[in-house]
């Protein structure tokens, strides 16, 4: 997922095969405060007895023991947030301490709850309280911070989440406490949490992050479970269906996003750019100018919006959105691209020229401005043996792409190589391209020549 470093708060996700770019929202931003907990699984976690009561079971097995005949429980993750500013100056044997404290504090909480506790890894723990709702766990978790407060330089942040929920086992509950952890730690060190739509949000983010789109577009789908208004929950599952490919699905949730919210710039964006893969370019400009409207200074706003002009052949129209996104990130390989293909359609040769250069300069291998800069080279009578070797190039990039294709039968006749023009330009006919005249025109000009030597030898 490439970073969009001039907005912090989104990214863009980018489909390497396709191309195709969605924004979303970045909930998985990691915590502070190490490696996020749900990156792992409770089993990779290590859930190690601790404490007398314990004795050999692991926290899981006594919970499921524990919880076998009640109908409702609450469970807690707790993990200790040594404060980042003197964590570094920290004793290791303070910092022991501190957690050994900590798990006191728990124990003796769970006991007089009739609980259980245990250690899940290191100075993190689970304690399930038989019989508790959310609004009791939460207090439970209230006074084990205020307690914990007590100890100097350390705090705790507390996930909790509760049985029954959806149609989750009571083996997913200290999961889904940990994924509320997750979720606390956005807020700093002494949070607390209880599992919500959008802790799921942020654990599909961190899935899809992962390259599990189909586990995090489940992930949201169950978060619009608990809350069907959640903006974001259908704007995310919407960039799950459209990397998946059903645009269709993918719009349906983008249009549902905006429906909750009609200044929802990423939503915006994204159904714009489903509208675009779908062929409706005016529905596409529709929603990318409403969403440049509420903010120009996004970078992918500005330049579909410009890039999606210029296909239409409106390139006058998409200059200023693509100068705009350069601006935004003159790092742009793309961006170039398509600047230089709107100065080319514009009849600006020389800025198409340098704008293809500075495409080609972010990446050598892109076939399209190499075969455009190629072809202008010859057109200008410059540098003709490079203008042959980039549209040659840019045919070994993409040997199946009839316009460069094209384009090198046209530099190749230019340097006098008329059989392999005429190779050149029946594979773009092949593969799409309009050349029969041209192929006609050269079998004609080549026959010509044919007789002239036949005549010259005679």
């Not at 990156?39 to 976690?45: P, R, T, V």
């Not at 972010?362 to 549209?391: H, Q, R, T, V, W």
């Not at 020549?449 to 005549?455: E, I, R």
Request: charged share 25%; hydrophobic share 35%.
């Amino acid at each position: 997922m490439n970073s969009n470093k001039y907005n912090p708060d989104q990214e863009t996700v980018t489909e390497p095969e396709t191309d195709r770019e969605f924004l979303l929202e970045r909930m998985g931003r990691r915590s502070t405060f190490g490696h996020t907990p749900e990156a792992e699984s409770i089993e990779q976690a290590g859930l190690l007895p601790a404490g007398p009561h314990v004795s050999d079971d692991t926290f899981l097995r006594r919970l499921k023991e524990e919880t076998t005949k009640v109908r409702r429980f609450g469970v807690l993750v707790v993990k200790t947030d040594f404060l980042s500013g003197e964590e570094k100056h920290q004793d290791p044997d303070d910092r022991v301490r501190h957690t050994e404290n900590i798990a006191r504090i728990v124990e003796d909480v769970c006991r007089r709850e009739k609980g259980v506790w245990g250690e899940i890894a290191g100075e993190m723990f689970g304690c399930c309280l038989p019989g508790s709702d959310i609004k009791t766990s939460l207090a439970v978790s209230r006074e084990i911070q205020q307690q914990v407060g007590c100890l100097n330089n350390c705090r705790v942040s507390i996930g909790a989440a509760i049985y029954p929920m959806l149609d989750y086992g009571r083996e997913k509950i200290v999961e889904n406490a940990r994924k509320a952890l997750v979720h606390a730690s956005f807020f700093g060190p002494g949070s607390v949490v209880a599992f919500d739509a959008v802790s799921l949000n942020i654990s599909g983010d961190v899935l899809y992050q992962g390259g599990d789109v189909a586990a995090a577009a489940k992930e949201f789908e169950r978060g619009l479970e608990i809350d069907p208004g959640e903006e974001n929950l259908h704007n995310s599952l919407g960039v799950c269906y459209g990397v998946q490919g059903d645009q269709h699905k993918a719009l349906e949730a983008f249009e549902k996003a905006i429906k909750l919210n009609p200044d929802n710039v990423m939503a915006l964006h994204n159904a714009g750019y489903s509208k675009s893969i779908l062929n409706d370019t005016e529905g596409a400009l529709a929603y990318f100018l409403k969403a440049h409207e509420l903010d120009g200074d996004l970078f992918e706003v500005s330049f579909h919006t410009g890039k999606l002009l210029v296909e239409a052949g409106r390139a006058e129209e998409g200059q200023p959105f693509l100068e705009k996104a350069l601006q935004l990130n003159p790092d742009s390989g793309v961006g170039y691209f398509f600047m230089g293909e709107c100065y080319r359609e514009t009849g600006k040769p020389d800025q198409a020229i340098r704008a293809y250069e500075a495409a080609v300069k972010s990446n050598p291998n892109d076939a399209g401005a190499l075969s455009a800069l190629g072809l202008l080279y010859a057109e200008k009578d410059e540098n003709p043996e490079i203008s042959l070797l980039f549209c040659e190039k840019s045919v070994e990039l993409a040997p199946e792409n009839s316009l460069h294709l094209y384009r090198l039968g046209n530099v190749l006749q230019k340097h006098g190589k008329m059989n392999q023009a005429l190779d050149m330009f029946e594979k773009a006919q092949t593969f799409g391209y309009d050349a029969a005249e041209r192929i006609a025109t050269l079998k004609t000009e080549m026959e010509k020549f044919s007789c002239l030597d036949v005549y010259n030898q005679a």
